[in-house]
């Protein structure tokens, strides 16, 4: 069964950093790219950043661009979201999925339990 874990939430001050990531589990992860999308209380799910299968290819929004990074390493069947600079407004759940890669990215996938984000003072 294929399947995608996120960890590494918490509670963060505004400024600070997270790093979570993404553990895949019963399928081949090189063979996939991976988006991190978020929701905060009251809104629509949204994307934040994407790789592609090798991590050649990258994907930010103007709203996280410059302050977020995403990673991977096939070995460790691990795709990471490193957060820097983190701002109230980045304070909800974040979900990593399968994606498809264009000018952008958009879910293919499966959502798992995601982990919380929330960055207060």
């Known amino acids: 069964q294929m399947q995608l874990v996120e960890s590494g939430g918490g509670l963060v001050q505004p400024g600070g950093s997270l790093r979570l990531s993404c553990v895949a589990s019963?399928?081949?992860?090189?063979?996939?790219?991976i988006g991190w999308f978020r929701q905060a209380p009251g809104k629509e799910r949204e994307g934040v950043s994407c790789?592609?299968?090798?991590?050649?290819?990258?994907y930010y929004p103007d709203s996280v661009k410059g302050r977020f990074t995403i990673s991977r390493d096939n070995a460790k069947k691990t795709v990471y979201l490193q957060m820097n600079s983190l701002k109230p407004e980045d304070t909800g759940v974040y979900y990593c999925?399968?994606?498809?890669?264009?000018?952008?990215?958009?879910?293919?996938?499966?959502w798992g339990q995601g982990t919380q984000v929330t960055v207060s003072s």
């Open positions: 999925v399968l994606v498809a890669m264009g000018s952008s990215c958009y879910p293919i996938g499966s």
């Open positions: 019963g399928f081949t992860l090189d063979y996939y790219p």
């Open positions: 790789i592609s299968d090798r991590g050649g290819t990258t």
